[in-house]
């Protein structure tokens, strides 16, 4: 039986319609299950919408609506919502079907049974906005820090769930498995919180107050909390108790959540498993936030809601389905935040799809077009060794290992380095020109290059599921499903003689009005009165600084100093001296991205017309370049 895997979402909140960032997880989700697909597992992946509270009983009341008709109108935009964006969960759960009533109810008799749910008298201070009590140590100037609003003095009659009789066991199980909560600044700041008391968990709220909510089934006059219904969802999702689902899949569940919702998933939760019997999940996988550039909306809003600008559906139709999936995965480093602009996915989408991806396959089946009748053509060895056939083979131990510890980007960009690597492997060796001398030698060469893109196709499948298996299908590999990436991502399945499919190009080039975006706040506001020898921040703006990879690197002759360069800024190649050769030999800058001042005027040196400078850091004869502290995309601007 092949293993199994269980990717969970947060199931949102209907106050408000799906915005990008409930997108982001969606989609994260989405490319998770079809990754494992791709690794012979059998896959379930849940999402769906958390429907009571107090937050959803207030919007309802000022949409003049029943909760009921209220939920079901939300509930419904989000699922159709996915289903247009083409994310196809095995399982929608609302927390108001009836199935998910009967399992709360079950979990909170049998806590209560057991002696850890307790009646007492709780006053506290409670933000709506999070449904739940905040601390004085977590509010910002006495505000929530990501509502900005006052919390509201609540003093009520409660029940409690003994949350504190688990803390140890919980500060034991998360250090003696390291990858319980991830990545590790989670784990750390779920630790520390530990560190202090965590006191008790309100789980209740009388009915008079609140009767939107599932009762309690041994005091119908309150109703459960909506945190401890909610967290719920995961094990009704997959037909906990009885259901086979449950067995098979629940000891490999992972739930992804941003940052926003730690505390009650990284404490509440497990401890609430352990008092009702239940192993704990697999992992909890923790994002950061998408925000926007500065500007009123996201000034007045909390930092973590993009809603009201950033409608997912307009978006995904305007630049494509799978280029927007591809920029979401790419540009976003797991646990950290990001920011989200639309230059910056016309700058993906143009750079690494349209440039990089889609026009090396237009390059390739041209060529096979019109040189070797349509057809794959036969490798060729010619003895030199084959720089792609040993890259393609790395990539899958390389890809899995940046899997484990959840560095998608990581994986995403070694993938897209052998699409640089073929693309410089085309310009080395010309197949073009080289095929009017030996057609056998640049058949070899295109074969290579096909096959090496098959395999960056099998590797982007998960995340641009229609874009590559149309590539696919354009090399004549029919695919179905998931390819699965240890079998085919294995060299030489690339047929010679198979026909291609030659079609459109996979991914139009966009040529975008790109709304200037304002200048940061702390530019702006602390611009000098008096201006001497500073410059203001559009003076700056007018430097274009850009990422540049060095593609070689030569010592200019008869010089002590000089170093003549290529190098590539996207898609734009050039050649720059400059004067490092007494720090950098040149064999050693070869493959190493720097940052380069991309629109200086020309300059001829020693005869060699420089095209822009490096920047580095000189002190008297010392140097050092200035380098990016990962990987970038080549052609990515340095604000
Ligand atoms: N209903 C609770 C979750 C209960 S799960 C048992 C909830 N809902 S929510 O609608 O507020 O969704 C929060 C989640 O939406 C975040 O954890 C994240 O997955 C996603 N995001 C919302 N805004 C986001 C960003 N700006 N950036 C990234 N993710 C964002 O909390």
């Known amino acids: 039986m092949k293993p199994a895997y269980y990717v969970t979402t947060p199931i949102y909140y ?153 803390q140890q066991w919980l500060i034991d199980y998360i250090r003696q498995n390291p990858d319980f909560i991830r990545p590790e600044r989670y784990r750390n700041e779920v630790l520390s919180t530990l560190k202090d008391d965590i006191g008790d968990l309100s789980i209740s709220r009388p009915r008079k107050r609140l009767s939107w909510g599932i009762p309690l089934p041994f005091d119908p006059e309150h109703v459960c909390y909506v945190w401890f219904d909610a967290l719920i969802n995961y094990l009704t999702g997959i037909g906990y108790p009885d259901d086979d689902r449950y067995r098979r899949y629940w000891h490999e569940a992972e739930h992804l959540i941003a940052k926003d919702i730690l505390k009650p998933h990284g404490i509440y939760w497990p401890t609430m498993l352990k008092a009702a019997g239940i192993p704990p999940f697999k992992h909890l996988t923790v994002h950061g936030y998408w925000k926007t550039v500065e500007g009123k909306i996201s000034k007045s809003l909390m930092s973590r809601t993009l809603k009201n600008m950033v409608a997912p559906l307009p978006l995904f139709e305007k630049y494509g389905h799978d280029a927007v999936r591809y920029y979401l995965m790419a540009d976003m480093t797991l646990g950290l935040d990001a920011q989200f602009t639309e230059e910056n996915i016309v700058t993906r989408i143009n750079s690494d799809l349209a440039n990089d991806l889609g026009n090396l396959l237009s390059r390739l089946v041209n060529m096979v077009q019109s040189a070797y009748d349509s057809k794959i053509p036969e490798p060729y060895d010619d003895g030199l060794g084959n720089p792609l056939k040993d890259q393609a083979e790395r990539l899958h131990a390389t890809v899995i290992d940046h899997l484990e510890h959840v560095r998608l980007h990581q994986a995403i960009w070694e993938v897209m380095q052998l699409v640089r690597r073929i693309n410089r492997y085309i310009e080395e060796t010309a197949p073009f020109k080289l095929w009017k001398s030996d057609r056998s030698r640049a058949g070899g060469v295109l074969y290579n290059a096909l096959e090496s893109l098959r395999i960056v196709a099998v590797f982007l499948h998960p995340i641009m599921p229609n874009r590559m298996a149309a590539l696919l299908e354009q090399l004549g590999w029919h695919v179905d499903g998931s390819p699965l990436w240890i079998k085919q991502s294995k060299w030489g399945l690339l047929q010679p003689g198979l026909p291609i499919q030659p079609g459109s190009h996979l991914f139009p080039r966009i040529q975008a009005e790109i709304v200037e975006q304002s200048p940061p706040e702390s530019a702006t506001s602390q611009r000098p009165k008096e201006e001497g020898s500073m410059i203001t921040f559009q003076e700056f703006q007018k430097m274009d600084l850009r990422v540049a990879d060095i593609l070689s690197a030569e010592r200019v002759p008869d010089t002590k100093n000089l170093v003549k360069m290529e190098i590539s800024i996207g898609d734009d190649k050039r050649v720059i001296v400059a004067g490092i050769a007494q720090k950098y030999l040149p064999e050693n800058l070869v493959g190493r991205q720097v940052v380069v001042v991309a629109n200086l005027a020309p300059a001829k040196i020693r005869g060699i017309d420089s095209n822009g400078m490096l920047l580095a850091a000189v002190d008297g004869d010392d140097l050092a370049l200035v380098v990016l502290d990962k990987p970038c995309r080549s052609g990515t601007k340095v604000h």
């Open 14 to 166: 209907v106050n408000a319609e799906p915005h990008i960032g409930h997108t982001y997880t969606t989609v994260l989700a989405d490319v998770f299950a079809r990754i494992h697909q791709a690794m012979g597992q059998d896959t379930f992946f849940l999402t769906g919408t958390d429907e009571h509270g107090e937050k959803i009983a207030r919007a309802a009341a000022a949409m003049g609506k029943t909760p009921q008709e209220y939920v079901d109108d939300i509930s419904g935009e989000f699922r159709t919502v996915w289903r247009a964006l083409g994310l196809s969960p095995d399982r929608f759960i609302r927390t108001t079907d009836s199935e998910h009533v009967k399992v709360v109810t079950s979990i909170l008799q049998k806590v209560y049974d057991q002696g850890d749910i307790y009646f007492g008298e709780y006053e506290g201070l409670y933000c709506v906005g999070c449904e739940r009590f905040l601390t004085e140590k977590e509010l910002v100037e006495g505000l929530c820090p990501d509502h900005k609003t006052a919390p509201e003095r609540v003093k009520e009659g409660n029940y409690f769930f003994r949350m504190s009789k688990y």
